[in-house]
């Protein structure tokens, strides 16, 4: 397969093609990726994540400038939560990829969640499949917006950045318990403006009795000024210092292990949605069986119950 | 079954109890669900649904009390995302259920997104089958934020009001798409703020080229000022005209069916999550499969292919 070939000389066009061969579920898109899975597993997965306005673009841009200093290749992948209430991030994402275009040690796709529904978590996961079987050293995933989808992406990556700034103010009391929960790193952006010395001693207050996973690490609260790359480097270092840790400690190995068995079951969800609830549309049967449900003669529940049974092996 | 009574003469504290006995699943309460489906098919169900900040909880407190000068009873089911960024709304919640306390033809739900991790469309159509049972003839939905999964909610409804607020201005601009997707009807909201002519003529103008469903009716901007419940009665008057419509036109019970045909699906769904994948954690198997991906031996979909073919009975 040229294509293949291609794509493990490097060739940004090649990723770019195997990239929508596999969104667009393409025939013999899973064997391609279960080809490509043999040359995974070592790309970096850094989720950045924080509510919307905290600078999030900025500091991956950033962060991509300065691992391209210590010689990473850097693949990013945008949720673009193309929801109603957001519009997306679609023109920041242009801006991001003029920046580093012509840099084949940059690539940056934006992942539409709209039509995803549900099948977003697993698309991510094949983008960064495919980053790592092309030789990035570091997949930055960035989640715009929030909800329990965005979530599970944030929960893929080995480590995760929360970014505020300081006019979150208020909300940050309500938000601190839930940001605390995913964060490996607090950043506190825009920290050369007004309250930012609050927030952050309370922060650091914060963190003082906080543990993650039963493990010793203290979650660091780092001032950024992403406009002018001001402690990016202090923010890498404590990348690289979580990423030590969690390696040292065995924590990396067991979540790499827990996503692992999410990536089954995502394929395995995929394959019932696929196979057995498609098969159902447009079934005769079930319009006789909807038309009882709603004329009140039966319940979706214990109709889901008999098809289930038919379905399954486990009796 | 002494609390089934209760519930049918239409006691408040039998409903709580039955609401609470379904969320935390316990034993029997899918055989519960279906003895209810039988009464249920009565209750509208409407969607109150926008950016944070444009006065849903106010909204929804007006139309509540318009609706029981009408003499109908309502049930409201507020889907509070206590996600890591916006915190809830625990806060007005507990406000509102105080305004009403005392009130047997109104109760007050909220549901928690956390932990719920997919399941939550499927714990509002549960609450949405009990209001309906109980004898609530209007259902009000309100979401509380974005995603994916706050989007099939409110396309579980029969009717979406989606409510903007004049300050809302350049967002507008990139929601205005996708908001007009969901919505039936446009809310101004704080129409007494400056700016609001501007954006209800350019919402107006934006609808006259917008048609839904390939169905004759045509979006109506409608300025609202909750605060002071001005224009609440032309809103329900919409309200009740779209109803109207599509109840003579058919879309109304076309949007039911699909509705039903979800919740079988969701039932499907719930039921391979639990029998099969719960089946599989903590599995030695799994662990050795894991094992062997982590090493690169093999992958996550090939592996997927394999567990799905051992359960389906389709080959």
Known sequence: ?????RFYNNEIRALSRIISYVENRSDGYR?????????????????ITGPPGAGKSTLVNCL??????????VGVIAVDPTSPFTGGALLGDRVRINEFSGDNNVYFRSMATRGASGGLTTATNNVTVIYDAFGFDITLIETVGVGQVELDIIDNCDIVVVTIVPESGDAVQTMKAGLMEIANIFCVNKADRPGSGRII????????HRKKDDDDWRIPVIPTEAVSAKNIDKLIAK????????????????H??????KQIMNV???????????SLRGNLQLENI???IYNGKTNPYSVGDQLYNQFSKAD
């Open 1 to 5: 397969m040229d294509i293949l070939n």
């Open 31 to 47: 064997d391609l990726l279960a080809k490509l899975y043999k040359s995974v597993g070592k790309s970096l997965r850094i989720g």
């Open 64 to 73: 991509i400038t300065e691992f391209l200093k210590l010689d990473k290749k």
């Open 201 to 208: 001693s309370e922060l650091r207050q914060t963190m003082e």
């Open 239 to 254: 990348i690289l210092a979580y990423v030590d840790f969690v390696k040292t400690n065995g924590m990396f190995e067991i």
């Open 256 to 261: 790499r292990r827990k996503q692992i068995q």
């Open 268 to 278: 395995l969800l995929y394959r019932f949605q696929r196979d057995f609830l498609e």
């Open 290 to 292: 909807i038309n009882d």
